[in-house]
């Protein structure tokens, strides 16, 4: 597995999963203009084929504060470590840049992920009524950098 930036010809990979995991749908001209803004934020896990397995997009809203975007693995091919490597070399990026502080949003309902966070040492810090398109509730996460 191999890390690598986001390209123009990942838009399909990244809106199909958006759409299957994330049960959410933006206009896909949405990646390449934040794919623009913060190159080394949205990562791109693809197998010895090239072909995109999973992503991480991060964005850099607030001064010194990231903020995870979207984040998934192809079902297929969780629970196979590319979920950590993922969020790890985000991690490392968001210290290159001196970030303070990473935030992310999640659906109360998404114990996996919660779970995932939870282990990387993100905490509640808010709860976010109605956030999501669908009516769902989310909790805002955060963790510090240091
Ligand atoms: C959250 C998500 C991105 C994690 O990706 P992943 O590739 O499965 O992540 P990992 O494989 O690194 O870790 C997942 C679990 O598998 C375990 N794991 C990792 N490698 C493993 C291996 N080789 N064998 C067995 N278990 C393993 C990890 O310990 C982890 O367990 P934990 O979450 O209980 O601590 C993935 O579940 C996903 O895409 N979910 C749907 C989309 C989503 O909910 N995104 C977040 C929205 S906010």
Do not use: K
């Amino acid at each position: 597995m191999t890390l690598r930036p986001f390209r123009l010809s990942d838009v399909p990979f990244v809106a199909s999963i958006v759409a299957e995991a994330l049960h959410e749908h933006y206009d896909p001209s949405l990646y390449a203009s934040l794919g623009a803004e913060w190159s080394d934020g949205f990562l791109i896990a693809a197998d010895s084929h090239d072909t995109p397995v999973g992503f991480l997009l991060g964005v850099n809203q607030v001064e010194r504060d990231a903020r995870i975007l979207m984040f998934a693995v192809d079902r297929e091919h969780r629970t196979q470590g590319i979920g950590t490597l993922l969020m790890s070399t985000f991690f490392e990026r968001c210290r290159a840049r001196a970030f303070r502080r990473v935030t992310l949003e999640v659906r109360v309902s998404n114990a996996t992920a919660i779970r995932f966070y939870t282990r990387y040492r993100f905490s509640v810090v808010d709860l976010l009524r109605s956030y999501y398109s669908d009516g769902e509730n989310g909790y805002q996460m955060a963790r510090e950098l240091s």
